[in-house]
């Protein structure tokens, strides 16, 4: 409406009225008249211009009106039908606090719930829509201001690293200078030290030179000195620092003492004073008796054990009740505390002015007017929250990051020094920049400074590798950052791996897989039997994966252990063939059902189950029974 006053008033203005938009019809344009020449014609357009607006306004006027009536009337069929509710409620409770046999028909507050849940459903659906286009829209939004910043931020980036570039290759061409400028001054104060030294050669004569006294032998070959007396020196042993040839000077050493140190010793037979009574006899270690136990002792330790268990069961059983009743008593008195029925809801108190649903005959509708009211959506305190998903950086974003992190640290600290807080850092003087940084002070005596910076360098790297290795973990502590790496690891997801070996008789195998069960924090068993060798193992994913490496690849399980020197020598085994390992089920559970890894050896069959099903993994063992080669080659 108001673009259409606005156009028409606008063709009043230019004397040009589009005929073609109130029409609605295409015409061609036709050419414009000759301006009239009598100024009373030019009034006739705003005259049917006019008439045009008020046909507009009454329009508008009675659609308002007519929507204003169609709420009103809503809004009285909505008061008369709660109060039909209400009166059917009433009528229904106090039915049924007479006779809790009587069932009322909830059809008209059933119809009533389902157009407020309809209705409920598609302002639900119109906010959703609603949302998601403004979703979209901030999305498309910051897209577009990210990648105008990068743009903006990469272009300032180039223009700095070209103003870098540009600056060092100044201060190398300024360095390039000074170097020749220094090299002649060395060369020319070189060339005059060396005149200077030849001149002082010419004018001053050599001195005589000190030649060694004369070396003097006799007939053997032996030094003789002035006198013709033998010259002695002093010589001392070599020291050795190896331990196997300090044992082995002290073994001679010995040697050559042991004739001095043999002394007779008395013969027991030929001794005169010897008593045989006074020997010692010889003790023999008690030999443990058997223990007998009395009949019926360990049937009485089962029946007390079975009495315990039965007890604790029942103590657990009467809890959970007590709190189940707990429980049920609490919501009880929760419904029990519901508030009365009003007589009015709040939002229909400025409707009715009598504060009852019976009185509606004068309804207050002058409230209602052609607006539509939009609530605030509230978010169900039942609901979850969004999940936020985390922001993960490019190469380039976290170089960039670490790069600003570490401008403004040196910014920091330069305003510390500014402020003399802390003192300034020394320079960091290398070999390549010396003469820039010092500058005079390096050409005084460029050998001494030379020194100087070399050992600043080699103490700043000494201090960095000192600062290294401080950072470093010990051998505990590595280990122990390992363990919580495994446990970690098994705790977001329980793996389980079953195998069966054909031969696990060598104690070298057995070795391994136990060590490495222990090291990368593994639970579960190892079984031996005649039947068949099982080891059933639980943990991380990244742990199993590497067991499993261990158990298919890296164990050569045909290898035979030989014995050591000192031990008892290893029996060999009856398992004719070549040996194995085949990798039978791998999946996940919920939780671990062993606490730690350990080999068993049991007698039976019987034995192996019972130890299982307490475990809750008798199937594994059944899965290791009913394997055949047969199957293995048709996968």
Sequence with gaps: FQEDKHHLLGSTSTNKV????????????????????????????????????????????????????????????????????????????????????????????????????????????????????????????????????????????RDRDRDRDRDRDREHRSDRDHRDRDRDRDRDRDRDKDRDRKRSREEKPEPSVMLPPPLLLDAKGRELDDKGNIVTKATRDSITELKANQKFKIKQKMDLLAPSLEIAAPSAKKATHFDKSL??????????????????????????LKDEKAEQEK?????????????????????????????????????????????????????????????????????????????YLTKKEQK??????????????????????????????RIANMMRVLGTEATLDPTAIEQEVKRSVAQRQANHDQRNQDRKLTVDERKEKTKEKYQADAKNQTTV???????????????????????????????????????????????????????????????????????????????????????????????????????ENFPDEAAIRRHLNHRWSEQYWDMVLNWKEDLLQEE
């Design 18 to 157: 589009d005929t073609r938009r109130m029409s609605g019809v295409k015409r061609e344009r036709s050419p414009s008249p000759p301006p009239p020449a009598e100024k009373a014609t030019k009034t006739t357009p705003a005259l049917d211009v006019a008439a045009m607006l008020q046909a507009l306004q009454a329009d508008k006027a009675k659609i308002s009106k007519q929507l204003v009536e169609s709420k009103k009337e809503a809004v009285q069929n909505s008061l008369l039908q709660k109060s039909l509710l209400r009166k059917e409620i009433v009528k229904s409770e106090t039915s049924s606090s007479q006779s809790p046999a009587a069932v009322v028909s909830p059809t008209p507050s059933r119809k009533l719930e389902d157009k407020e849940r309809k209705e409920g459903e598609d302002r639900e659906k119109d906010r959703e829509r609603d949302k998601d286009r403004d979703h979209r829209r901030s999305d498309r939004d910051d897209r577009d201001r990210h990648r105008d910043r990068d743009r903006h931020r990469d272009k300032e980036h």
């Design 279 to 304: 020997a010692m006899p010889k003790t023999r270690a008690k030999r443990d008796t058997f223990k007998f136990l009395k009949p019926g002792a360990i049937t009485k330790k089962v029946q007390q």
């Design 315 to 391: 103590a657990e059983q009467e809890q959970v009740e007590e709190k189940r009743l707990s429980h049920t008593a609490e919501l009880q008195a929760r419904l029990a505390q519901r508030d009365p029925i009003p007589d009015i809801e709040w939002w229909d108190k400025f409707l009715l002015p009598s504060g009852k649903y019976e009185n509606l005959d004068n309804p207050n509708l002058d409230f209602v007017t052609h607006l539509v009211e939009h609530p605030i959506p509230i978010r169900p305190p039942g609901e979850k929250a969004e999940l936020i998903m985390p922001m």
């Design 400 to 429: 960039r990051l670490r790069k600003k992190t570490r401008l403004e640290k040196d910014k920091e600290r330069q305003e510390r020094v500014t402020l003399g807080l802390e003192p300034p850092p020394e320079p960091r003087v």
């Design 497 to 599: 791996t079953l195998y069966k070996i054909l031969d696990l008789s060598d104690p070298r195998h057995k070795y391994k897989v136990n060590v490495n069960a222990q090291k990368f924090q593994l639970t579960g068993c190892a079984i031996l039997s005649d039947k068949a060798n099982m080891v059933l193992v639980e943990g991380g994913a990244k742990a199993t994966r590497r067991f499993e490496k261990l158990m298919t690849k890296r164990i050569d399980w045909n290898e035979k252990a030989e014995p050591r020197e000192g031990s008892a020598a290893i029996q060999p085994s009856s398992f004719q063939g070549t040996n194995r390992c085949i990798l039978l089920w791998q999946g996940t559970i919920p939780r671990q059902n062993f606490t730690t890894f350990r080999f």
